[in-house]
């Protein structure tokens, strides 16, 4: 394979977002600042509403913020670049094109010839433990099966920083699991600055270098974990459960009393 280039920096300065609903301003996300090394792995947990993918918007350069900036290798972001790439709950596959063309679709958009895509697909397939269902179409995978072509679309990219909204939490247990293990592997191989948010206090104890706990909107963080534990880490250990714990603790303070937590670890 070639060789995959490892992650960039980022830089959260400020960064406020409005938005005009139906004649309302919802204030989304208060100012928030953070600072994201080349090669880290963050996990951002929070209430449903807080911002969170508000926030990886904005960064993916979908959105601009209200008040703030974003720098990610050191350059003000302002707009969309193949240095960032979003990955949603919903694959968001093209179900006209094969497994294969689905991961090569980027590569046509940046004009590689045809072989050479076919060949960078076939690499990114396997790495994702898909090679035999390069010809298979989206209806004919499994929800897990979708994710990783989804994931193989966008490391063929050879992305600096993959911003990975719930992108597990429509799946079953297991296969979660073995996602979340796969990810962390093409994660300490390839160096990739990961964003990833989740419910899943668990999975975000087992995945992060850092946890951020958001607040109810208007999301701010209200409260940064370093988990040291050693990798690779299990999700029935019992100093990943403890870890959870705190964290949930945290979340449940963090919530308006009318708010479900959600208990899901
Ligand atoms: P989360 O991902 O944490 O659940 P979101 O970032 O999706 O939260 O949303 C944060 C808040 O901003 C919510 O109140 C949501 O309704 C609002 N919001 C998000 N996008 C828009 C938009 N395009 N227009 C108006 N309101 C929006
Ligand atoms: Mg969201």
Redesign the pocket.
């Known amino acids: 394979m070639d060789q995959p280039s490892g992650g960039i920096s980022l830089e959260i300065v400020g960064v406020s977002k409005r938005f005009l609903a139906r004649g309302r301003m919802v204030e989304a996300l208060a100012p928030v600042d953070l600072q994201v090394k080349a090669g880290e792995l963050i996990c951002l947990l929070g209430p ?2 807080c911002g ?3 926030l ?1 918007s904005i960064i993916a350069g979908l959105e601009p913020p209200s008040g703030g900036l974003i720098r990610a290798g050191g350059r003000k972001v302002q707009g969309p670049g193949i240095d960032r790439v979003l990955l949603f709950q919903e694959a968001a596959l093209f179900p006209w094109l094969d497994v294969q063309h689905n991961v090569a679709f980027g590569l046509r958009q940046a004009g590689m010839p045809e072989a050479e895509r076919m060949r960078m697909a076939r690499e990114y397939l396997e790495l994702v433990h898909l090679s035999g269902f390069e010809h298979s179409y989206v209806h004919q995978l499994s929800g897990g099966m979708r994710q990783r072509v989804a994931l193989a679309r966008a490391l063929v990219l050879n992305p600096a920083v993959l911003l990975m ?2 992108p597990f939490g429509a799946l079953d247990a297991l296969t979660r699991d073995k996602l979340q293990i796969e990810l962390e592997t093409i994660w300490a191989a390839t160096g990739k600055t990961i964003l990833f ?1 989740t419910h899943n206090v668990r999975e975000a104890v087992a995945l992060g270098d850092r946890v951020l706990v958001f607040s109810p909107r208007p999301g701010r963080i209200i409260q940064e974990f370093s988990i040291t534990l050693p990798r690779p880490r299990s999700l029935e250990h019992h100093q990943t459960i403890d870890q959870a714990r705190e964290i949930l603790a945290v979340l449940h303070a963090g919530q308006r009393p009318d708010e479900e937590a959600n208990d899901e670890w």
């Open positions: 449903s509403g969170k993918s508000t990886l909204d719930e948010v």
